[in-house]
């Protein structure tokens, strides 16, 4: 089974979630490691190779750290949890 993190939380009071750790075709929306949320994956792409405002660091949507870290300094995250994707799902 392959290990990923489910990110929960609001953009402007508008509740995402997106798993983080591998692209998954099926997905609504996907960019880089990053799959789920429309409005989530479209504010990563908007600050795709940008600084992040609080870290400095530069976003590799790519760098799974890095996309958990973007979200967390540009939105309301409100849980992260380990999720596992079925067998199948990938």
């Not at 009071?13 to 989530?40: C, D, K, L, Q």
């Not at 795709?48 to 760098?63: A, F, M, W």
């Not at 996309?67 to 309301?76: I, P, R």
Request: proline share 4%.
């Amino acid at each position: 089974m392959n290990a990923m993190v489910t990110v929960h939380g609001y953009i402007d009071g508008v509740y995402y979630a997106v798993t983080v750790g591998e692209p998954r075709p099926e997905a609504t929306a996907t960019i880089g490691v990053a799959s789920g949320s429309r409005r989530a994956c479209l504010l990563l792409e908007l600050h795709k190779g940008l600084r992040l405002p609080e870290s400095g660091q530069i976003l590799d949507v790519t760098n799974a750290g890095l996309v958990v870290a973007a979200l967390q300094e540009l939105t309301h995250v409100t849980k992260v949890e380990k999720t596992h994707l079925r067998p199948d799902a990938g």
